[in-house]
């Protein structure tokens, strides 16, 4: 987890447990490739780290609000003539990848222009249909969020993981009244090992926010619960939570989670600088159960 927080970067001395970075995540596969899932401002740590590494990288982009690629710029790859970069993103009827990012790459909001990084650089729309990056196929969906916005599930031999940072299932609706096929994002993280998904509101300032784009708390767990994820990480933390609000709100999602039959252990909240293993369901991988525990944080 190299960011974690939504909106906007907050760093300072409230938010130094959780993460001030906006979000990015970096997935390992077994066989040795890499995903970058979104590149707000931690994919910079992240670059910094592979800044001499000859390689190929994959960034999936779910939306281009500036949150999500603002780091993108600051990715040491992107100015190295021997790395190839390939950024997948949402497509859209108006513009095309390139030229939506272009828009933030450029002129008068950065010195350097998308057509001058030395990197192979390459934009790919996201297609309707599931593809393959190593050993990992890869499905991208529509979800419920202002402009084209998507979400990725990703699967590895017999582990899913489903990233749905920023995502508003629930409105219009209670959950608990719709149909499976009308859920937003519910086919992306149905029966998931591991499903990072928006938990941006606290259930008291939703009503102050609906149409936003984020999940408030109770509206997380209940998409939790009816697409029946193995274990839940809350995720796109808001830039006015302090660490302290943030204990808070994952001490109630607990709570309500053991209240609904859930296991405790099934639920946490994201940290910056958590690494997580992800493990196949044991139906088909024949493993015991193993909660979500991350194996260092920051």
């Not at 927080?5 to 995540?25: D, F, I, M, Q």
């Not at 490739?33 to 670059?47: K, M, P, S, V």
């Not at 202002?146 to 508003?168: C, F, K, N, Q, S």
């Not at 784009?213 to 767990?221: A, K, N, P, Q, Y």
Request: glycine share 10%.
């Amino acid at each position: 987890m190299w960011g974690a927080r939504g909106s906007v970067p907050a760093p300072g001395p409230e938010t130094t447990r959780y993460g001030g970075n906006t979000s990015c995540v970096q997935v390992q596969l077994d066989d040795g490739n890499e995903l970058i899932l979104d590149a707000g401002t931690g994919i910079r740590a992240l670059g910094v780290l592979q800044a001499t590494d000859a390689r190929r990288f994959h960034i999936l982009l779910t939306h281009l609000h500036m949150d999500h690629i603002q780091g993108l710029m600051f990715f040491a790859p992107l100015f190295r003539p021997d790395a190839e970069v390939v950024i997948h993103g949402p497509a859209s009827p108006d513009l095309a990848l390139l030229d939506r990012i272009a828009r933030y790459i450029s002129a008068p909001l950065s010195p350097v222009e998308v057509r001058e990084l030395p990197c192979e650089l390459s934009f790919v729309d996201a297609p309707e249909t599931e593809w393959t990056i190593g050993g990992a196929r890869i499905r991208a969906g529509s979800v419920a969020h202002r402009g084209p916005t998507l979400g990725y599930r990703i699967t590895e031999g017999d582990t899913t993981l489903a990233y749905i940072p920023d995502h508003e299932p629930a409105l219009g609706a209670a959950l608990e009244d719709l149909e499976d096929e009308w859920i937003s994002g519910y086919d992306l993280a149905k029966d998931a090992d591991l499903l990072i998904h928006d938990c941006q509101y606290l259930d008291s300032e939703y009503h102050f926010h609906v149409g936003w784009g984020h999940s408030r708390v109770t509206d997380t767990l209940a998409f939790a619960r009816r697409v029946s994820a193995r274990n839940t990480l809350l995720f796109h933390h808001d830039p006015m939570h302090q660490d302290h609000v943030l204990d808070e709100l994952a001490e109630g999602a607990g709570l309500e989670w053991t209240r609904c039959g859930g296991d405790r252990e099934c639920v946490a909240i994201a940290h910056e600088g958590d690494e997580i293993e992800v493990h196949g369901t044991p139906s088909e991988s024949g493993r015991t159960p193993e909660p979500l525990a991350p194996e260092s944080s920051t």
